[in-house]
């Protein structure tokens, strides 16, 4: 009898220990410091105008990410209804490179963004290794959560040359879950905030172990590209675009 | 004398039409300079070539718009 109460509680206690952790944190986007310089003073009145009616809609998105064991998916919450039109809210939602959807998988290491782009889904390949974080002591409470900074390097490649833009990430070792927002992760915690170019993404719920039911899934359908690839698709496109302004 | 009237009516609709319409040119070309400009000054700063364009065409479509209220207001 004593056996099979011991196997009994050996059983429960393995279906605990191995049953899936759930997390669904919600991120808001901030648009920081963003300007776009005009010489012509009346343009850039006009700009301006046009900049602050953008900044105020971008206080409202939302973007979830959802955490299953060793996979991630980071989505912007579409059901929000923004006060803007389609282009500014394409605008202010894939700024920072944060549109489409990030799948993440720390196992495999792999790093899908799956991007839907005139007509087209696009899923970018690349490897959550190909970010190198450097690990710092400095430390700062963010809410509830001790939090540690972590510093990357994002390359963007354009006609102007390259570009190195840093990225100051805050991860809280207390969630050992290594996501993040934007495709960002492979640190030694949950990224509760992170900052680069001009835009910062901030958490505003954290459920550990929520109920929620969700299922993370690889995204397969769509022409499959490297980063470089993507970059020279929509270098043409950027071009196809500017020439249509000119007829 | 009615057929004075009605050429000067006419001439001057026309006139009022030709107008309009180059003005309304005019406006679509200064929007398409400012999607240009923004354009150029996203790449100055390193966004990437998709981040420029979807700033450029956020301005465009806004400049637009904010084109055809203020005709809209005029009229």
């Not at chain 1, 899936?20 to 808001?28: C, G, M, Q, R, S």
């Not at chain 1, 390359?155 to 934007?182: D, L, M, Q």
Request: with cysteine; net charge neutral; proline share 2%.
């Amino acid at each position: 009898m004593k056996i099979i109460t011991l196997l009994s509680f050996l059983l429960i206690s393995i279906t605990s220990f191995s049953q899936k952790k759930n997390i669904y944190v919600t991120y808001k986007k901030d648009l920081i410091n963003y300007s776009i310089n005009n010489k012509n003073a009346e343009k850039q009145e006009a700009i301006n105008s046009m900049l602050n009616d953008l900044k105020n809609s971008s206080n409202s998105l939302r973007y979830n990410l959802i955490i299953n064991d060793y996979e991630s998916l980071f989505s912007f919450e579409k059901k929000l209804v923004i006060d803007a039109d389609e282009k500014s809210l394409t605008f202010i939602v894939n700024a920072g490179d944060s549109g489409g959807d990030f799948y993440m998988n720390t196992k495999s290491k792999e790093l899908i963004r799956s991007k839907h782009l005139s007509g087209e889904t696009f899923n970018i390949i690349s490897s959550i290794d190909s970010i190198k974080w450097e690990l710092t002591n400095e430390s700062k409470k963010i809410g509830n959560f001790d939090c540690y900074k972590a510093k990357t390097i994002k390359v963007v490649e354009n006609s102007k040359g390259i570009f190195n833009h840093t990225v100051e990430a805050w991860y809280a070792p207390e969630i050992p879950f290594g996501f993040g927002p934007a495709g960002y992760g492979g640190l030694p915690g949950l990224i509760i905030e992170i900052q680069y170019q001009n835009v910062r993404f901030f958490t505003s719920k954290i459920e550990l172990n929520t109920k929620k039911v969700f299922k993370i899934v690889k995204p397969t359908k769509g022409k499959e590209v490297t980063k470089e690839e993507y970059n020279e698709i929509t270098k043409k496109m950027a071009n196809d675009f500017l020439k249509s302004l000119r007829k | 004398m009615k057929k004075v009237i009605l050429g000067m009516v006419f001439v001057f609709a026309s006139l009022t039409l030709v107008n309009a319409e180059n003005e309304s040119v005019n406006e679509l070309a200064i929007c398409g300079e400012i999607a240009q400009e923004v354009f150029d000054d996203a790449i100055s700063q390193g966004e990437s070539y998709e981040n420029a364009m979807n700033a450029s065409e956020a301005f465009y479509q806004s400049c637009r718009w904010l084109t055809y209220l203020s005709d809209f207001i005029e009229q």
